[in-house]
């Protein structure tokens, strides 16, 4: 007994999240697409330590790219003033199958995906995009 009510308090202790997220809203209509089949289960994501006071956390999705589902991690972002997110979504009607990635809709009514905060953040001045030469093996003749 006294195993299960400890097993009990570290799933509720694990489970709940402490972790800063956004301000979240509803996808519009046209936000989603058809897709022919459901995606797989959730994937589990280790969080690194928050990048940013105003930061807050993105859980990963599954994102449909033409011909199957991928796989995008979670991430620290700073989310624009006044957005909110639309968070990943998938629908069941009969047998139609639609989804919608997460988007972040702007105050000015437009929408950003997270992927782009993502990007933007390793754009930054002082924090300058990777400018590696690519190893000789992936050189193109």
Known sequence: MLRALTLLLVALVGCSSSLPRPATSP???NEFVDVPFPPPAVRADLVPPRTHDDSVWIDGEWQWQELRWAWRRG???VPPGGSTLARWE???AGTQVRHAKSVF???DGGSLAPSELRERRF???G???C???APASFEQP
């Open 123 to 125: 754009k930054r001045p």
């Open 75 to 77: 991430s620290w972002v």
């Open 27 to 29: 996808h519009t209509a």
């Open 127 to 129: 924090n300058p995009a």
């Open 105 to 107: 809709h702007l105050a």
């Open 131 to 133: 400018t590696s030469p």
């Open 90 to 92: 998938t629908k069941r």
